[in-house]
């Protein structure tokens, strides 16, 4: 079964800080893979994705992803963190041709002044 | 371009009172639908999918039910409400046949049970 691990819960960096979020998954094929973002009490805004080609891909509001199938990895990457990017964060992953995305369990960042 | 919609944005109900939450994509045709449920401090949980105008597939056994009556509508509703439903709900819809299962969501719907 599909499986998407988000290891850290909670994460807190100071505005202006380079931010990493986590996210491995477990799939045997090439999955494609997703990042949203949930403000709360809003619905989830996609990020960006990875289907193929270039393994690092770019999102919107000014974040990037890179995928590494040697460590079964999608990691959430932005240069310099503004106070508006303080949301919860979730990775998911489909198989070809299934219905269903698998999502991870978010990881909430936190942003200091 | 496409917009799904959700009502109500916020519904708070008795234990044992009846639930009929509506969600509608525009500008798209025969979409795949979901329904979520997202519980405080918990990821997201799928609870309903439809590929068709009365197809419904059940993710996990509980007292919700869905239904598509049309095309671009996706109901989720409980003939009696318990405390554990409370929680926020999101629709989403896919491309058919798109392969990748890209999922677009709703704004949500807070539930609270009392």
Known sequence: AQSVTQPDIHITVSEGASLELRCNYSYGATPYLFWYVQSPGQGLQLLLKYFSGDTLVQGIKGFEAEFKRSQSSFNLRKPSVHWSDAAEYFCANSGAGSYQLTFGKGTKLSVIP | ?114
């Not at chain 2, 197809?55 to 409980?78: G, T, W, Y």
């Not at chain 2, 009696?80 to 990748?100: E, H």
């Open chain 2, 1 to 114: 371009s496409q917009t799904i919609h959700q009502w109500p944005a916020t519904l708070v109900q008795p234990v044992g009172s009846p639930l009929s939450l509506e969600c509608t994509v525009e500008g798209t045709s025969n979409p795949n639908l979901y329904w979520y449920r997202q519980a405080a401090g918990r990821g997201l949980q799928l609870l309903f999918y439809s590929v068709g105008i009365g197809q419904i597939s059940s993710e996990v056994p509980q007292n919700l039910s869905a239904s598509r009556p049309q095309d671009r509508q996706f109901i989720l509703s409980s003939k009696k409400l318990l405390l554990s439903d409370s929680g926020f709900y999101l629709c989403a819809w896919s491309v058919l046949g798109s392969g990748s299962n890209e999922q677009f969501f709703g704004p949500g719907t807070r539930l609270t049970v009392l």
